[in-house]
């Protein structure tokens, strides 16, 4: 029975499938596949704590290792209600393959704390994280571990983590999170970065195919730290914003959307770019977010949750590239169907590697105890993103493999390579 013919049914088994069947491609020997796919460490902590009406309250986290053959863990913290285990590991190893990838010396981590922070107040966030972090602190380090932001954390976050872990090592320890605040040691440009990524990715793929972001037609599902930033810097290139996404639900304007106006709303306290008064609403509310993907354009951007592409919203869209800003965005029955309609898909583990990027160069940074200029650092990000572009694309040409499997199969040899050379201890 060859891996292709298991029955996929989780994230995390597609994320398992898709590494296996890139070490067939490899003809990888000894088993050593098995060694790639196994995460190196789970460590799952229960998070008591005290809510803010005096009573005890507790939630589960986790954080999981997927590999450090070729540098320290690396990879964000998630607070949503639905993170499970399984979850976190996949996401872990999509963080392998990306530093691989981007041939950064760094391994992939992931970690989770299954609670929705907005239904928290602000000091009970710091307790959660405060304790969560004690319980995984002594498997953190510059050296070890090192968190950073995801789906619901932000830099106020990594800075409760920051001051956690080096109260606990008795002295402050910037380079243990990224993601930081400026003020802690974080870098410029980190919060832009992600999106950054995205649209070099985009621009990159598109001068592959002779085209370039000018007048292209985007649609964006997210508007978070990933998706507005990608709006912007689109927007900056000459791109026509033509729909955008989020839990409030789809706007869309032909002309192409006000950014500016929505931003203007958004920051006076509307929730949600639904709520914004710009372009046309043309869904309401979480489910509505999903309308986006219908939209007629030429290019879809999903930086919001993963598998929010399925079969129908794969079904519906008119675009003829799709680049991955969120994590695990497009279902596998989604990635089919757009495979056979002819859409290039620009896959996450390198499409939105910029914000891992970004970190590596803050701890740079911060092991040098230096910062560098805002346009220092985003030019460096784009030098890194150009030579993994450039690096993936070619072996995706060479080796004729669909650009989802060249990538993982990209970082998987750079990964099993790094095992072979250090040996297998004892
Ligand atoms: N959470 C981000 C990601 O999924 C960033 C990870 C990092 O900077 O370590 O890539």
Known sequence: ???????????????????????????????????????????????????????????????????????????????????????????AIGMSLKTAIVNLPLGGAKGGIRFDPKAYSRAEVERITRRYISEISQFLGPDRDVPAPDVGTDSQVMAW????????????????????PIELGGSLGRESATGRGVVESAALMLAKQGRSLEGMRVAIQGYGQVGSWAARLAAARGARIVAVADVSGTIADDGGLDLRAIDRALREGVRGVANAGVGEVVAHGSDGAAAVFGVDCDIVMPCALGDAVGEREALAMTATLVVEGANAPLTPAADRILADKGVTIVPDVLANAGGVTCSYLEQCQNFAHLSWDEDEVNARVIDLMRAAFDRFHGFATSSGLPLRKAATVLGVKTIADAHRLRGLHP
């Open 1 to 91: 029975m060859t891996t292709a013919s298991y029955q996929v049914h989780s994230a995390l088994e597609a994320a398992e499938l898709r590494v296996r069947e890139a070490g067939e491609w490899l003809n990888l020997e000894d088993g050593l596949i098995e060694t790639i796919v196994a995460p190196r460490r789970i460590i799952e902590v229960a998070i008591p704590f005290r809510r803010d009406d005096g009573t005890r309250d507790q939630l589960t986290g986790w954080r999981v290792h997927h590999n450090t053959t070729r540098g320290p863990a690396k990879g964000g913290i998630r607070y949503h209600h639905e993170v499970d285990r399984d979850e976190v590991v996949a996401l």
């Open 161 to 180: 983590i920051m001051d956690q872990y080096s109260t606990g090592v008795g002295h402050a320890t910037p380079g243990v999170v990224t993601g930081k």
